[in-house]
């Protein structure tokens, strides 16, 4: 039996809250295949980007095991968490609001080379953004241009291509589609698709849109106030929801 890329055993988030503890992400138990796509759907505030950003470590788990390629890395200090940011990379939902508004193109891409320092030729790195940019398809005119001056369609490829620079293995796609127009969504989407398949990248894919995640998905969890209340492959899902929450949405 191969080990999955990402595992989650009884993976625990609570926030602290005037009112008490707020259970963001509650006993979840998912697995990812290496070069498959998770959807993981619910309504806003069921936990889904907690759970996404926890699995990355960006915020820390209550309790439980997150396991990268069968290794427990709830326990990985600052300096081994630096190495696995490098396989472990997230695409934000707002393309606007996550690229630093004072940084050009170029720089945005360029700098999660300089901080995990996977290239430190400055010639390497710039034939590396070109190549990002082809890659993700912004054409090289925009290499010195700011985030304000492109359109969204445009700052999320600028995302992705931020996201591919340390040549992750696995990336939360956190609603990377949802602040787009739906003509855009389905570029992004296909160009996502391909990305996939040229370098095996495996996704964790969160949106509350189910025709989204019915193109893109190998397997879908349901999630619901903090649970995972379904996981099952997407035609099973569509065909035979067997929650009552996965049917009314």
């Not at 950003?53 to 990268?68: A, F, V």
């Not at 004072?102 to 710039?126: C, D, F, G, Y």
């Not at 796609?173 to 949802?178: K, R, T």
């Not at 996502?192 to 849109?209: A, I, K, S």
């Amino acid at each position: 039996m191969d080990t999955p890329l990402i595992q989650t055993k009884d993976l625990v988030k609570y926030f602290n809250t005037k009112r008490g503890n707020l259970h963001a992400v509650d006993h979840v138990n998912i697995s990812i295949m290496k070069g498959e796509t998770l959807g993981v759907v619910g309504e806003s505030g069921c936990g889904k980007s907690t759970l996404g950003r926890t699995i990355l470590r960006l915020l820390e788990p209550t309790s439980g095991e997150i396991l990268y390629n069968g290794q427990n890395i709830v326990d990985y200090s600052t300096k081994q968490m630096k190495e696995m940011r490098k396989k472990m990379q997230i695409i934000f939902q707002d393309p606007f609001t996550s690229l630093n508004p004072r940084m050009s193109v170029s720089e945005i891409i360029a700098e999660p080379m300089i901080t995990t320092k996977t290239l430190k030729n400055n010639t390497e790195r710039l034939d590396r953004v070109y190549w990002l940019m082809e890659t993700v398809g912004l054409a090289e005119r925009f290499i010195n241009s700011y985030p304000h001056e492109l359109d969204g369609g445009r700052r999320q490829r600028i995302g992705i291509a931020r996201a591919l620079s340390v040549d992750p293995e696995f990336i939360v796609c956190d609603e990377p589609v949802s602040a787009l127009d739906v003509s855009i969504q389905a570029q992004i989407l296909n160009l996502m698709m391909d990305l996939q398949d040229e370098m095996g990248l495996t996704y964790m894919f969160v949106t509350h849109n189910l025709s989204v995640i019915k193109h893109i998905s190998n397997n879908i969890a349901v999630m619901y106030l903090g649970q995972c209340v379904e996981h099952a492959p997407t035609n099973e899902l569509f065909a035979h929801p067997q929650h009552p929450y996965t049917k009314a949405l």
